[in-house]
């Protein structure tokens, strides 16, 4: 089972790269279902067909879905939603906006979360394939488990003991709506749910982040900062692809400073992302709509390559014994030490970098112990944890 997400600046082409993916995967013979994770679905417009939020069949061995958080909603948050909108109702809001108020931010992310988690635990598929929102809104879906679960820890373990025994005086005597029992059923299946995709999606065994770049200043910036990100949040990428390259042998005066611009680029990309793997996709010379023009695609991606094979293996971050220490070491390419933070708070870690953090919950052998220091070095951020009483910062 594979669990392939394509990521990248909105325009650089992930629909089209993760269909021609699905296409090439479905003929190979691998039961395959590629999902789009994107607001603004366009992975129906990529294959000329209609989708709709349930899967349906689109060739031998291939399916696809647009989601629909509606239906995540009636499976998995109904009865919290119900709770939520009766409590807003009760405060006089109108039960009309209650109710779309009650659908939370995050929703969507967690909808398509939730997709890929049934699909994998369904064993119906051999391989998923997300077609992911650009990096942005992929970064709220990738950190969503981490985020959501960190929050249900905090206020589930004393909400269902504590509304149990204030549930009579405040239903009857102040009439504030109280959640029932089905309403923490519904808490705790979701937060089983976040432990699992979490696992899964962590897992390099198993999932992969593809970054789809243009040979552009601006896009390469952004899929470095996406890079990043990820290895920040434990998601192994395996994978650099780099769609449209203006083919050598169009020879056009209009095109001559396109390409050298290009070049100049790809040689960064090179540069920046290695030992990456780096694939490329020439510009085609028609639009890539339908199967065969997919086909194309992935003939030239790909070659005679099995496009779920793992193509690079490495880990976001390490725990290690070093002289009687532990050093936890965390990849961090393309930031200076200036843009990262550290914050220690019982058995979190809280790294941050930029405007994105990361609660790294310690496991037991290091939750005991203090950070002595940390260190960042050739791009990886090196914390050390000793029997020191003292925070070295």
């Not at 065994?205 to 990820?230: D, G």
């Not at 994978?239 to 005066?253: F, T």
Request: charged content about 25%; some cysteine; hydrophobic content about 40%.
């Amino acid at each position: 089972m594979r669990v392939l997400l394509y990521s990248g600046k909105g325009g650089v082409g992930k629909t089209t790269i993760a269909a021609a993916t699905a296409v090439r995967s479905a003929e190979l013979g691998y039961r395959t279902i590629v999902l789009s994770a994107d607001a603004a679905h366009s992975l129906a417009d990529s294959f000329d067909i209609s989708l709709t939020g349930d899967r349906q069949p689109i060739a031998p061995n291939l399916w696809g879905q647009e989601t629909d958080i509606s239906k995540t909603i009636e499976t998995y948050w109904r009865d919290i939603q119900d709770w939520v909108a009766a409590l807003m109702a009760w405060r006089g809001i109108e039960q009309i906006m209650a109710d779309e108020l009650a659908v939370f931010p995050g929703m969507e992310e967690l909808a398509n979360l939730l997709y890929i988690t049934d699909y994998y635990n369904s064993g119906d598929y051999d391989v998923i394939i997300v077609d992911c929102a650009p990096t942005g809104e992929t970064l709220r879906f990738l950190s969503f488990p981490e985020v959501l679960g960190w929050w249900m820890d905090k206020l589930f373990p004393i909400g269902r003991t504590a509304i149990t025994v204030a549930r009579p005086f405040v239903k009857h005597m102040m009439g504030i709506p109280v959640p029932e029992d089905s309403v923490f059923q519904s808490v705790e299946k979701l937060y089983t749910q976040l432990d699992k995709m979490r696992a899964l999606l962590t897992d390099p065994q198993k999932s992969s982040v593809r970054l789809v770049v243009n040979p552009e200043k601006m896009v390469v910036k952004e899929a470095q900062r996406s890079f990043t990100y990820f290895n920040l949040y434990g998601y192994a990428t395996d994978l650099v692809i780099c769609n449209r390259l203006i083919p050598e042998e169009v020879v056009d005066r209009f095109f001559e400073a396109w390409k050298e611009t290009q070049n100049k680029n790809y040689q960064i990309i090179e540069e920046c992302f290695a030992p990456i793997p780096i694939l490329s996709v020439p510009l085609m010379g028609q639009e890539v709509v339908g199967i065969p023009m997919l086909r194309l695609v992935a003939e030239a991606l790909y070659g005679d390559r099995d496009p779920t094979e793992i193509f690079f293996q490495g880990q976001a971050h390490a725990i290690e014994s070093d002289n009687g220490h532990y050093v936890l070491t965390l990849d961090l390419p393309f930031v200076t030490k200036r843009d990262i933070s550290l914050v220690r708070n019982g058995d979190e870690l809280v790294v941050q970098v930029g405007s994105y953090k990361r609660n790294i919950i310690l496991p037991r052998t290091l939750a005991g112990l203090a950070v002595a220091d940390a260190r960042f070095e050739s791009e990886q951020l090196r914390i050390r944890f000793d029997q020191m009483e003292e925070y070295k910062s």
